[in-house]
């Protein structure tokens, strides 16, 4: 008996799409497609979306970089404007380095850290066990440890001094301003990966503190953060003991704020 062949109507996938208020629904239409198998997955998927699920949280997957990187429901999803971080630290690195990334939610920065450095030795950390599971399924084929635990804590301590380069995707959204997130963000990633405390800098505080002690001497520190923020930040960075530095992408709308430990 001859197998029913799978003909999706992508017009009306586009335009159910469009109307539940997806931006680049014809994008979104042909992912979903080559995702499912039959009619009737691929309208599972659509209900899905059309309900409010983030796509990549469908799909299993986020691009970034150029790369597919694994994300798991609850997960913090890699976004265009963390490119500008990676971009930023990539911009300040050294050879043979040491090299670790927090909050590494799945873990997408260190699978590009790993290809454009090729770091002597590279971790990651999280505090979310389920954001560390799913930094382990993308980081385990490199080689690449991830440690569970509140930020500088999750790290050998032989490490302590000696780290050249550390990224931070830290959360920096004040608290009050958690519930005006895109529902996407809101609903389904991990609060502790968006709420930064009363200003929104609470975390990137204590990365500060942390990497003024951890830095070897010269090593950089680079951080994610609003453009409003970026110089609140720098002055937390002086106050630490490091030389800051905001880096602007107005293609990504993305700020980074890089510190260096004098030496």
Do not use: K
């Not at 980081?139 to 569970?148: A, T």
């Amino acid at each position: 008996m001859a197998s029913t062949v799978f003909t999706p109507d992508r017009p009306a996938l586009v335009r159910r799409l469009r109307a539940a208020g997806c931006v680049f629904a014809e994008d979104e239409a042909d992912l979903l497609i080559a995702a499912a198998d039959s009619a009737q997955s691929l309208t599972r998927l659509a209900d899905r979306r059309v309900a409010g699920l983030p796509l990549e949280h469908l799909l299993g997957w986020a691009e970034f970089c150029g790369r597919r990187i694994a994300v798991h429901p609850g997960v913090f999803v890699p976004r265009g404007r963390t490119a500008a971080l990676v971009d930023a630290a990539v911009a300040v690195a050294g050879p043979a380095l040491a090299v670790l990334d927090l909050c590494c939610g799945s873990g997408a920065a260190a699978v590009v850290l790993h290809e454009r450095l090729a770091p002597r030795w590279l971790a990651a950390a999280d505090i979310d066990p389920v954001a560390v599971a799913c930094a382990r399924r993308n980081l385990d084929p490199l080689g690449v440890p991830v440690y569970q635990g509140d930020l500088f804590d999750a790290v050998p301590a032989t490490w302590r001094g000696r780290l050249d380069l550390v990224v931070a995707n830290a959360p920096y959204v004040p608290s009050r301003a958690v519930a005006m997130l895109p529902a996407e963000a809101r609903l389904h990633e991990a609060p502790v990966a968006l709420d930064g405390g009363a200003d929104g800098l609470a975390v990137l505080r204590r990365v500060a503190s942390g990497a003024a002690q951890w830095l070897a001497p010269g090593g950089h520190v680079a951080v994610e953060v609003s453009a409003g923020q970026a110089a609140e930040l720098c002055a937390v960075f002086a106050a630490a003991g490091l030389h800051p530095a905001v880096v602007r992408d107005e293609e990504r709308e993305a700020t980074a704020v890089t510190g260096r430990r004098p030496g």
